[in-house]
T-cell receptor
Framework: DQQVKQNSPSLSVQEGRISILNCDYTNSMFDYFLWYKKYPAEGPTFLISISSIKDKNEDGRFTVFLNKSAKHLSLHIVPSQPGDSAVYFCAARGRIQGAQKLVFGQGTRLTINP | NAGVMQNPRHLVRRRGQEARLRCSPMKGHSHVYWYRQLPEEGLKFMVYLQKENIIDESGMPKERFSAEFPKEGPSILRIQQVVRGDSAAYFC??????????????FGPGTRLTVL
């Protein structure tokens, strides 16, 4: 039962253009959403988050949008840079089996082409 | 100020052997979380521990897997009688408190377990 889904396993974008990574979820009780970035041979690092009471959060080149009615969030990176090439995971926080947990999507591999 | 440390980074075991994965949280952090990432999948929560206490082990397989976080020393994830399906990357994260505000949950580099 995949409660958080990233349906695009990979995405390729030209340097300087906008990268849009998408994430869908099924559990309406999730109250906090996060994006992580992961380089090979490293652990995930936190990138940006959004509370369910908001629909947008911006931090520099990164913006996360949340559409609660569609149970959909997206991460926009603009302009995209070669260093943005990594695997991006979305995650959702919610009470599952009686305790708060993070549920991760499968990840999207972003490649920025020079 | 060292981050979360995991060792070994790579571990190879034959079927039936035991695997012990270690995690040293960031200094000052008393909460540890273990996640497993199978190939082509996202990270899946396994267990949440505080010093000397297992808080939530709802993501742990019922058999062969155990975890501890002793008063002194690193947290240990132990897998007995490993099988090929245990091959995965195992990530540890730590936080200074028990809130699942993941921007305060710092991940280690992971241990990649390969079972032959």
């Amino acid at each position: 039962d995949q409660q958080v889904k990233q349906n695009s396993p990979s995405l390729s974008v030209q340097e300087g253009r906008i990268s849009i990574l998408n994430c869908d979820y099924t559990n309406s009780m999730f109250d906090y959403f996060l994006w992580y970035k992961k380089y090979p041979a490293e652990g995930p690092t936190f990138l940006i988050s959004i509370s369910s009471i908001k629909d947008k959060n911006e931090d520099g080149r990164f913006t996360v949008f949340l559409n609660k009615s569609a149970k959909h969030l997206s991460l926009h990176i603009v302009p995209s840079q070669p260093g943005d090439s990594a695997v991006y995971f979305c995650a959702a926080r919610g009470r599952i089996q009686g305790a708060q947990k993070l549920v991760f999507g499968q990840g999207t591999r972003l490649t920025i082409n020079p | 100020n060292a981050g979360v440390m995991q060792n070994p980074r790579h571990l190879v075991r034959r079927r039936g052997q035991e695997a012990r994965l270690r995690c040293s949280p960031m200094k000052g952090h008393s909460h540890v979380y273990w996640y497993r990432q199978l190939p082509e999948e996202g990270l899946k929560f396994m267990v949440y521990l505080q010093k000397e206490n297992i808080i939530d082990e709802s993501g742990m397989p019922k058999e062969r897997f155990s975890a501890e976080f002793p008063k002194e020393g690193p947290s240990i994830l132990r897998i007995q009688q490993v099988v090929r399906g245990d091959s995965a990357a195992y990530f540890c994260a730590s936080s200074p408190n028990g809130q699942i505000w993941a921007d305060t949950q710092y991940f280690g580099p992971g241990t990649r377990l390969t079972v032959l």
